[in-house]
């Protein structure tokens, strides 16, 4: 019977194409050249009706025969190439999940920060909190409120980075002792490092942002003899060493008798050197006894109570542990500079 034998060979020419396809796109390129519309089992079928109407039964049940065994064939071939394809994924691509890892490089903290958290930790073990206020600040907690009316001739030591409508950046962190004082009731002991800025031109030693760290105690009794025992403490700790200290007279307005605390030279040990400019000693410290005005304005009764402030640079600090003789690296982002630290 000729079309039997038709249906065969299409069968046979299928089965080998099958057998040797290679892809998927390729697979689903067959399945339509095989059993689509267009396809030469379709052209057969269409003879049928030509033949005597005792074969027809039998023709069309080989023709779907066939049909369902290329349909066979395309399945499994379709799973052999997935097969395939994930085996060659397994073998190319594998993934050793116990290999290390790359490091990638490790970034530290800046030595300011670093200092900064010394200092928090050294006074937090002297029974002191942390305080933070605002950078930009308001005119009342960055001047009034410390005894700097507007006029006072103060006002100019500290060049004034001035936003809009009584409102400035900080030029130091004395502001938040005001905002301590509103906020807590004696005694009080805080530090508060923060950023401050200046409006000044820069060079070695000076930079219109850089670090402080305001200090505040206030309770019954307090005189400048609990102060110079604090400074020496925190000094000792910072320096590994007992740092020798001596007070001048210094005018702030929010301290009164106010006090520049300075250390003998780290670096010359008080002999004399570039440093300290042969003097011997650094200037470190603003401090003193707060000012009654500072009190009342706040709420405290300054017949009841007394306190001692302080502000130093730490950018100065770090300045002098290390022996950094310019200023501006600590902002370059410089870091041939930052990984030494
Ligand atoms: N705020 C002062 C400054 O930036 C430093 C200072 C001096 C702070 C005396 C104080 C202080 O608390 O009592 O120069």
């Known amino acids: 019977m000729q079309i039997i034998q038709k249906l065969d060979s299409i069968l046979k020419d299928a089965l080998?194409?099958?057998e040797d396809s290679k892809s998927l796109p390729?697979?689903?390129?067959?399945?339509v050249k095989y059993l689509g519309r267009k396809s030469r089992i379709t052209a057969v079928l269409k003879g049928l009706g030509a033949l005597p109407k005792n074969e027809r039964p039998s023709a069309g049940?080989?023709?779907?025969?066939?049909?369902?065994?290329i349909e066979g064939a395309l399945e499994q071939r379709k799973e052999q190439l997935s097969r395939d394809i994930f085996d060659g994924i397994a073998t190319t691509e594998r993934i050793d999940i116990t290999e290390p890892g790359v490091q990638g490089p490790k970034g530290s903290l800046h030595p300011i920060s670093q200092l900064s958290m010394e200092i928090e930790d050294i006074f937090m073990s002297m029974g002191f909190s942390?305080?933070?206020?605002?950078?930009v600040e308001s005119d009342y907690y960055n001047f009034e409120a410390l005894n700097i009316p507007p006029d006072h001739p103060a006002r100019d030591i500290q060049d004034t980075i001035w936003t809009v409508d009584q409102t400035?950046?900080?030029t130091h962190t004395s502001s938040v002792q005001v905002r301590t004082m509103e906020t807590k009731k004696p005694p009080i002991r805080v530090v508060a490092p923060g950023r401050v800025f200046r409006y000044e031109e820069t060079d070695a030693s000076h930079?219109?942002?850089?670090?402080?760290?305001?200090?505040l105690l206030i309770d019954r009794d307090i005189s400048v003899a609990n102060l110079i025992a604090v400074m020496r403490t925190m000094l000792r700790e910072v320096f590994k060493k007992d740092v020798k200290v001596r007070l001048r007279p210094g005018y702030f307005p929010f301290?009164?008798?106010?006090?520049e605390l300075d250390i003998s030279c780290h670096l010359c040990n008080g002999k004399g050197c570039?440093?300290?400019?042969?003097?011997?000693?650094?200037?470190?410290i603003g401090c003193g006894l707060v000012h009654p005005n500072v009190l009342s304005k706040s709420g405290i009764d300054p017949d009841v109570y007394s306190g001692f402030a302080f502000g130093m640079g730490l950018d100065r600090l770090v300045m002098m542990r290390y022996g950094i003789d310019d200023i501006r690296l600590f902002h370059s982002g410089d870091l041939r500079f930052l990984k030494q630290f």
């Open 130 to 135: 942390i305080a933070a206020g605002p950078e």
């Open 168 to 170: 400035l950046l900080r």
């Open 274 to 284: 570039s440093v300290c400019k042969g003097s011997g000693w650094e200037e470190l």
């Open 255 to 259: 301290v009164e008798p106010g006090f």
């Open 61 to 69: 049940k080989a023709s779907n025969e066939i049909k369902r065994k």
């Open 207 to 215: 930079e219109h942002t850089f670090y402080q760290v305001e200090g």
């Open 26 to 31: 390729s697979l689903e390129g067959l399945r």
């Open 16 to 18: 080998k194409e099958i």
